[in-house]
């Protein structure tokens, strides 16, 4: 099943028209802890899982940090700024969830082709011992710019489940932009030393 984005912009609907969002650091947290949940379900485009581990996704961890560091930055510019900073504070936001995606490993158990793309052999006391190399991860996590455009653009909605609208809608096209690599299972070894390869499987977007 991939991200339930209908469920995560109710969530944010609800968190802004509730008001309960009372600071910076509160508000970091909501962002957070809300996308996280929903990445949980996203998958590349032949249904493997992202492969998040507990770093990316618990309060406290590496990957969490990332993200909330990214969102308290920019709550905490537009709060102390005296001006409109236009989508600069969005830039820590951007250049956070980039960093999160950044080598991001999936699933390789559903292949992208019809065949291994790369396999050896090598021979071992009188036969042919395969060799497999199989894998499937992130090469392109995103374009840093785009994504903080989206988010400015959210937040300068005037309506609250606009903001919430507009703010999953460049979710959803960030992970749509990010390019993957898979490597998989070639079909019975050959009767030559070296195995038939294709070089890695390309795919793009998340969903």
Do not use: C
Request: aromatic fraction near 10%; hydrophobic fraction near 40%; avoid cysteine.
């Amino acid at each position: 099943m991939p991200v339930l984005w209908n469920q995560l912009q109710q969530a944010t609907t609800a968190a802004l028209v509730s008001q309960k969002l009372s600071g910076p650091e509160e508000s970091a947290h909501f962002f957070t802890k809300s996308y996280i949940t929903s990445m949980l379900l996203s998958q590349d485009p032949v249904n493997n899982l992202v492969l998040l581990s507990t770093k990316k996704i618990k309060k406290g961890k590496s990957g969490y940090n990332i993200i909330y560091k990214g969102w308290l930055k920019a709550f905490q510019m537009m709060e102390a700024s005296p001006i409109d900073l236009k989508m600069i504070p969005y830039l820590h936001v951007s250049k956070a969830l980039v960093k999160f995606w950044t080598g991001m490993l999936v699933s390789p158990l559903i292949p992208h082709g019809p065949s291994a793309p790369f396999a050896f052999y090598l021979p071992l006391m009188g036969s042919l011992v395969q060799l497999i190399e199989y894998g499937n991860i992130i090469i392109f996590p995103g374009n840093v710019i785009a994504v903080a455009s989206g988010i400015h653009e959210a937040f300068n909605k005037k309506k609250e489940p606009l903001v919430a609208k507009f703010l999953v809608d460049t979710y959803k096209k960030h992970l749509k932009s990010i390019k993957g690599q898979y490597w998989g299972v070639l079909p019975p070894p050959p009767t030559t030393p070296r195995g038939p390869g294709t070089g890695p499987i390309p795919w793009s977007g998340l969903k």
